[in-house]
């Protein structure tokens, strides 16, 4: 969803409950014609740096300075959340909307997976996990698979995969500076 103006904060709570019956805008399983990506970035070793990577997960704190979360709920990602990230591109207001599909936790991980609704630019999903992995170090990993949905997302194809690095990019730079 694009618009000239940033939507106010009570349009971007209204549009998160009228999406919350939304189907997803693609039908799984994810293969032909889907981008697979993935991307992960050590943020430390050990339980310490395990804990306070989660918690920052938990708190939205993954998402680059440049973009907003609109959720309902101040922390955590629940299964059926309704979320949307608000990103300024070319002079217009992006309102992406997605709803949490699952929580990948256990032992070793902590994260989730939420999937596009038919106002995304993009189609597909995307996973945010914390890894402690066999050698004791943390990892914070993103992984993808999505194509363009919007008209303008296709047009600017390269563009849009730019953004997507950039997102990649400046996440990992949060999540690393949640543990200095």
């Known amino acids: 969803m694009t618009r000239l103006r940033k ?4 349009r971007l709570q209204a549009l998160l409950v009228s999406w919350h019956d939304e189907p997803l805008s693609y039908t799984p399983p994810l293969s032909d014609g889907f981008i697979a990506d993935e991307h992960a970035v050590r943020l430390g070793r050990g339980e310490e740096a395990y804990q306070a990577a989660c918690e920052a997960l938990d708190a939205w704190g993954m998402f680059p300075a440049w973009a907003e979360v609109a959720r309902q709920e101040p922390q955590g990602q629940e299964n059926g959340q309704i979320v949307a990230m608000v990103v300024r591109i070319c002079g217009l207001w992006w309102v992406n909307p997605c709803r949490i599909l699952r929580r990948c936790d256990s032992e070793h991980t902590h994260g989730f997976v939420y999937g596009t609704l038919p106002e995304h630019a993009e ?6 996990v914390i890894e402690k992995r066999a050698d004791g170090s943390v990892c914070y990993v993103i992984r993808a698979f999505s ?3 919007h008209w303008m997302a296709w047009l600017a194809f390269p563009l849009a995969r730019w953004w997507q690095c950039r997102f990649v990019r400046d996440s990992q730079q949060r999540m690393k500076e949640a543990h200095l």
Request: charged letters at 30%; a negative charge; hydrophobic letters at 15%.
């Open 123 to 128: 189609c597909g999903e995307e996973q945010f």
């Open 7 to 10: 939507p106010l904060p009570d």
């Open 147 to 149: 194509h363009p949905r």
